[in-house]
Each structure stands twice: as C-alpha cells, then as structure tokens.
C-alpha cells in the first residue's frame, strides 16, 4: 500500500511529516507547504453530552519512543499529562485526601514512634515518592515519607527489617528469603504485592510508590487532539465540534502510566527539585545514592547495610531506568576523578534491578540488570530488551525467558493487558519462582551471578549441538532451566498458587489452559519431592 505525507502544525512551531503506520517522525523543510489548519468533523457541539473517552494505540505510542524522533510527540504528551496533574490534584481535593495517620488506625510496633510522620491518603499520587506501610486494613495507603527514611543512619537495614511485607505464615521468610538484600519494587497502588510475597514463598518485599494518576476528566484543546490524531497514537472515529475550542475527555490510568514512561527521560533538571509529580523520580535517585554510599563505607568495613535490589514491571522500568540514568549522569558531572568505569562498577557492586514484561531499551550501564518476560508478551518483544534485541538492555544484562500459557491472543494488541502474558502476578513471578528453586537461588544477586558465571573447564572442542543431547540448551550460565518448563512446570505452578485470578482477560477458562490440582501436584511433586503442592498451598494461605 501507498502512503500519503500528511502535513501537521504541532504547538511547537516546527512542520513534521510523516508516513503512517510505525514510521518514524522526521522533520523537512517548510519552503513551498501551506501551513493550513485542521478541518472539524462538522458535528455540533451541542451532540456532546458527556466526556469523550480517548483510545490511544499504545503499540504505535511506545515504537515512535522507542525507534523514532520523540521531540513532537513529547511537546505533546507534556500538555496532556500535566492537564491530568492539574485535574487530579484539585485544591477542594487536597484536605481531603491528604491527611496525617489516625490513632485508629494501628502501625506496626517499629513505626509506632513515627506516627506523626506517617501520611494516609486514598489517592495514590498523595503517596508517590513514599514507602508502603503493610497495615492490617488493606483498604488503607499508608507511606512512611522518603525524606524521614534517608534521614537515618542505615536506610536500607530499615527497609529491610520494617517496610518490607512478611506474611504471618513464615515471618523469617522461605527458602527463597536472604537476609542480605533490601527488595524495593516499583508499582502502583494497586498491584498485590502481598500476593507477589507470598507467591515467592514469603520473600520480604518493600513497596515504593511511584504515583499512578486515576482514571481522570480535562478539557484538552481541540488542537493538540487533532495533532495526536495526525500522529496516529489516538484510534478510532473521532468527531470534533466545530465552534468550541476545548473538548473534555476521558484518559484511563493505564494511558496515563504510558504517557509518563516515554517522559521519564525528559526530565527537567532545574524543575527537579520543584516538581511536585517528581517525587519517585528524586526518591529512585536517592535510594541508588544511599546503596552506592553504603558499597562505598563497606570498602572500608564501615557498612552493614543489605544489597539494594529494584524490581518494577512493564512502565514502571522506564521510571527506573531515568532514575540510574540521572544518577549517573549527576556523578558524571560532579565526579571527574572517578570516571565513568569506576562510577559503573560501584553501580554494578550496589544495585541489582529486576524488571517484569519492561517496555523499554534505555538502561544505561551499570547495575546488574536480570530483565524477565515471556516469549509470547509482544509489548516487551517489541519494545523491551530480550535475549534476541540486547541493544539499549545494559551491559552484562542477563535475560530469562519462557511461553506462557495462555492462548486467547489478540489480533491487534492495543493496550498494556490486551494480553495476560503482560501479566506479572499470572506468569512471571511462577516463572521466577521455579528457576530460583530448582537451582537453590535465594536471592536475586545471587541468580544474576549464576546466569553469568562461565565455567573455564567447560570449553570443549566439540560443538555441544553434535552430541545425540545438547544439555546446554538447558542452561544459562551455571543455572538449569527444566527442559518441561513450559509445558508443564510452569502451568502447574500457575495452578498451585492461583495466579489465574490475576487475569486480565475473563473470557479465558483456566480450566482449558492449566491443569487441575492433581495434575499440578504430580508435575511439581515430580522436580521438587513430595508435599511441594501442599507447602505452597499453605504459604498461599489457599483452601484447596
């Protein structure tokens, strides 16, 4: 098919043209275009009742971040999200939603003492840049302040010992629990990170909250919708008025993490310490400063701190990725002496960063980055880092993969749980479960440094692939990935610990793609022993 120029005048004042599809953006010379303006649909203004809800094609939003010239469609996602800011953080709002912790409301014994530092709002963008507090009520959202945190001596141990969620089943944590790290994840207000806990057999896991914007109503002008249109990031029939300037419209909480990833690494320096909506980014930055710090006094036998560790899942990794990019862009600036490989072994030395189904290829060098996804998740095929598409997926990355099994594929993926594949707490985290275990891994660091370690007395002077079974297939590093993990093991482990209830898509039946309870525990009974089932029934806290 032919594709025709089409000719848009963005808010910036530069003429683009462009090619649809996932063509990149790529400015020309204006000598000889008119520069004309958008033709309304026609309609009246008085056929809209109610507020427009926008659909975005968030396929085609992230491969123009990804693959092509951000700079119009940045200007643009800048107006959006900060109408969306403004619309959530009404001044009628602000009391109500913001308050100090109540007495009624029982801490845990550690945090008692705090009490008046501690800040409870129903909004998740009140708590951003905040750590969870595991309350008994889970209709709460209690954070401890960042500011409060790393104003002590030993942030990470604090974590560690007194923000990190322990089921009542095993307070000392499971065979996967190690003492030595402090595992912070990234996600929203919504994502059970209980579940996550326990699905890892009661690992501890701290929760930062990076500030996810509700499903939301603003008024956008007329013009900056008619140029997301041009750009195709905005699908379906779209019809204007014609005499009113600004439309009010409906945005979801999904577009709006999207937006947020692709202008992470648009941050504004200057406006950093000001920004109110900045408030994870700057609690990211000096969260890797304390563990870089800490790595830095254990050289001289002054640390006792644990090794920091960064989990976040699909947008969020973007949230992270600017985060160790603005670290390292800061030590850069401020640090001649050190230079940048001895600032990029500190960061290897102090921080490991796990991402679930990321979509994102901008992680600088560093860390020890372990990026987890499934063969069958198209928005971290495309847009992330897998084994196939290293590039931008940070040096020495190691890279776990696996298919998921569920069928119900779309024809066109058009959000971020158009497919459960996407999905964290229904695939990933079984998946992270068994190659920890079958290996006997108990901490993340310690699975990174088995997927790298190279064996010197395996080199052999026969291609592996000739002999009658290639063992190595099976194997990354020093870890065994079971030749039967996705056909079996991982289907029973999805089983075992329920995660089909995290289903984004209800018109899949379980019954159909997973095997029953007994087929589950022959298959987990079979790799790990007898009463495998049963214990992870009893983490889980499940009535079988």
Same mark, same amino acid.
């Given at each position: 098919?032919?594709?025709?120029?089409?000719?848009?005048?963005?808010?910036?004042?530069?003429?683009?043209?462009?090619?649809?599809?996932?063509?990149?953006?790529?400015?020309?010379?204006?000598?000889?275009?008119?520069?004309?303006?958008?033709?309304?649909?026609?309609?009246?203004?008085?056929?809209?009742?109610?507020?427009?809800?926008?659909?975005?094609?968030?396929?085609?939003?992230?491969?123009?971040?990804?693959?092509?010239?951000?700079?119009?469609?940045?200007?643009?996602?800048?107006?959006?999200?900060?109408?969306?800011?403004?619309?959530?953080?009404?001044?009628?709002?602000?009391?109500?939603?913001?308050?100090?912790?109540?007495?009624?409301?029982?801490?845990?014994?550690?945090?008692?003492?705090?009490?008046?530092?501690?800040?409870?709002?129903?909004?998740?963008?009140?708590?951003?840049?905040?750590?969870?507090?595991?309350?008994?009520?889970?209709?709460?959202?209690?954070?401890?302040?960042?500011?409060?945190?790393?104003?002590?001596?030993?942030?990470?141990?604090?974590?560690?010992?007194?923000?990190?969620?322990?089921?009542?089943?095993?307070?000392?944590?499971? %065979? +996967? $629990?190690? @003492?030595?790290?402090?595992?912070?994840?990234?996600?929203?207000?919504?994502? =059970?990170?209980?579940? /996550?806990?326990?699905?890892?057999?009661?690992?501890?896991?701290?929760?930062?909250?990076?500030?996810?914007?509700?499903?939301?109503?603003?008024?956008?002008?007329?013009?900056?919708?008619?140029?997301?249109?041009?750009?195709?990031?905005?699908?379906?029939?779209?019809?204007?008025?014609?005499?009113?300037?600004?439309?009010?419209?409906?945005?979801?909480?999904?577009?709006?993490?999207?937006?947020?990833? %692709? +202008? $992470?690494? @648009?941050?504004?320096?200057?406006?950093?310490?000001?920004?109110?909506?900045? =408030?994870?980014?700057? /609690?990211?930055?000096?969260?890797?400063?304390?563990?870089?710090?800490?790595?830095?006094?254990?050289?001289?036998?002054?640390?006792?701190?644990?090794?920091?560790?960064?989990?976040?899942?699909?947008?969020?990794?973007?949230?992270?990725?600017?985060?160790?990019?603005?670290?390292?862009?800061?030590?850069?600036?401020?640090?001649?002496?050190?230079?940048?490989?001895?600032?990029?072994?500190?960061?290897?030395?102090?921080?490991?960063?796990?991402?679930?189904?990321?979509?994102?290829?901008?992680?600088?060098?560093?860390?020890?980055?372990?990026?987890?996804?499934?063969?069958?998740?198209?928005?971290?095929?495309?847009?992330?880092?897998?084994?196939?598409?290293?590039?931008?997926?940070?040096?020495?990355?190691?890279?776990?993969?696996?298919?998921?099994?569920?069928?119900?594929?779309?024809?066109?993926?058009?959000?971020?749980?158009?497919?459960?594949?996407?999905?964290?707490?229904?695939?990933?985290?079984?998946?992270?479960?068994?190659?920890?275990?079958?290996?006997?891994?108990?901490?993340?660091?310690?699975?990174?440094?088995?997927?790298?370690?190279?064996?010197?007395?395996?080199?052999?002077?026969?291609?592996?692939?000739?002999?009658?079974?290639?063992?190595?297939?099976?194997?990354?590093?020093?870890?065994?990935?079971?030749?039967?993990?996705?056909?079996?093991?991982?289907?029973?482990?999805?089983?075992?610990?329920?995660?089909?209830?995290?289903?984004?898509?209800?018109?899949?039946?379980?019954?159909?793609?997973?095997?029953?309870?007994?087929?589950?525990?022959?298959?987990?009974?079979?790799?790990?022993?007898?009463?495998?089932?049963?214990?992870?029934?009893?983490?889980?806290?499940?009535?079988?």
């Amino acid at each position: 098919q032919g594709f025709q120029p089409i000719t848009i005048v963005p808010p910036i004042g530069r003429i683009y043209q462009f090619e649809s599809r996932y063509d990149s953006i790529k400015p020309f010379s204006t000598n000889g275009v008119k520069r004309g303006r958008f033709q309304s649909s026609g309609k009246n203004s008085d056929d809209f009742d109610g507020a427009k809800e926008l659909k975005w094609d968030v396929p085609r939003l992230l491969h123009q971040y990804s693959n092509g010239d951000t700079s119009v469609l940045e200007h643009l996602l800048v107006d959006v999200y900060k109408a969306a800011i403004l619309g959530c953080r009404k001044p009628e709002l602000s009391t109500a939603t913001s308050n100090f912790q109540k007495e009624e409301q029982p801490l845990p014994d550690c945090l008692a003492p705090m009490s008046r530092f501690i800040r409870s709002s129903k909004s998740d963008i009140d708590n951003e840049g905040h750590f969870r507090v595991f309350v008994d009520d889970p209709l709460s959202s209690t954070s401890l302040p960042s500011n409060l945190l790393f104003s002590m001596d030993f942030p990470l141990s604090f974590i560690r010992k007194n923000l990190s969620y322990q089921s009542d089943f095993s307070k000392r944590g499971g %065979i +996967l $629990s190690d @003492n030595s790290e402090a595992v912070v994840w990234c996600v929203q207000k919504d994502q =059970d990170l209980e579940y /996550t806990s326990r699905a890892l057999d009661s690992m501890p896991l701290a929760q930062l909250h990076l500030g996810n914007l509700p499903n939301c109503e603003i008024e956008l002008d007329l013009e900056l919708l008619k140029s997301l249109e041009a750009l195709g990031v905005i699908t379906g029939e779209n019809h204007y008025p014609m005499r009113d300037s600004k439309v009010r419209c409906k945005l979801l909480s999904q577009d709006l993490d999207v937006m947020r990833s %692709i +202008l $992470s690494f @648009n941050i504004d320096e200057q406006k950093l310490e000001r920004a109110p909506y900045l =408030d994870g980014h700057r /609690t990211l930055v000096k969260l890797i400063d304390s563990a870089v710090q800490s790595v830095r006094n254990n050289f001289v036998g002054n640390s006792k701190e644990p090794h920091l560790v960064i989990c976040a899942q699909s947008t969020n990794a973007s949230m992270v990725a600017a985060a160790l990019a603005a670290w390292k862009q800061q030590k850069l600036r401020n640090n001649y002496s050190d230079g940048k490989q001895h600032i990029e072994d500190l960061l290897r030395t102090a921080v490991t960063v796990v991402t679930f189904g990321a979509v994102c290829k901008k992680y600088c060098n560093g860390p020890a980055y372990i990026h987890i996804s499934m063969h069958d998740d198209q928005l971290a095929s495309n847009f992330g880092v897998t084994h196939k598409s290293k590039r931008g997926g940070g040096e020495d990355a190691v890279y776990l993969h696996a298919w998921s099994p569920y069928i119900g594929r779309k024809d066109a993926i058009m959000s971020l749980t158009d497919h459960d594949s996407h999905n964290m707490n229904a695939c990933a985290i079984q998946f992270l479960y068994l190659v920890m275990r079958m290996n006997g891994v108990t901490s993340f660091r310690a699975l990174y440094n088995a997927a790298r370690y190279l064996d010197p007395t395996a080199v052999l002077d026969i291609n592996p692939r000739n002999f009658a079974i290639d063992y190595s297939r099976h194997k990354l590093g020093d870890l065994l990935i079971a030749p039967n993990m996705d056909d079996e093991l991982l289907p029973a482990m999805i089983r075992a610990t329920r995660g089909d209830q995290w289903l984004w898509n209800q018109s899949l039946n379980s019954c159909d793609i997973l095997p029953d309870s007994q087929e589950a525990k022959a298959h987990l009974e079979e790799y790990f022993g007898y009463s495998t089932y049963e214990e992870i029934i009893e983490v889980l806290s499940i009535k079988d």
